[in-house]
């Protein structure tokens, strides 16, 4: 099972981008799906994170201009980023805490990362 993100890019202040991550192989159930970010020179961070009881936390960074949603028929976790900063800028990672698969449970699994780059 691996979660294969996609979505990132370049965009300009004030733009938007919709980050997706979808959980391959036979899965079941996913509990906690969340979008992490790593800046360059900074320590990896939280940016949002839902529950699969409906419940969702950001960053204060983020609130109000990012959004996290979750589609469980499609194994998938979206990230609505809008009124982009330069500070938004980072590798921004999917990370699934509990999973169940074919292959047993899968814990604190992460995907690969997508750049994500804002100009000014």
């Known amino acids: 099972v691996q979660l294969v993100e996609s979505g990132g890019g370049l965009v300009q202040a004030g733009g938007s981008l919709r980050l997706s991550c979808v959980a391959s192989?036979?899965?079941?159930?996913?509990?906690?799906m969340g979008w992490y970010r790593q800046a360059p020179g900074k320590q990896r961070e939280l940016v949002a994170t839902?529950?699969?009881?409906?419940?969702?936390t950001y960053a204060d960074s983020v609130k109000g201009r990012f959004t996290i949603s979750r589609d469980d028929g499609k194994k998938t976790v979206y990230l609505q980023a809008n009124s982009l900063k330069p500070e938004d800028t980072a590798v921004y990672y999917c990370?699934?805490?509990?999973?169940?698969?074919?292959?047993?449970?899968?814990?604190?699994?992460w995907g690969q990362g997508t750049q994500v780059t804002v100009s000014s």
């Open positions: 990370n699934v805490g509990r999973m169940t698969t074919n292959k047993g449970p899968q814990y604190d699994v």
């Open positions: 839902t529950t699969n009881y409906g419940s969702t």
């Open positions: 192989g036979v899965v079941f159930t996913i509990a906690d």
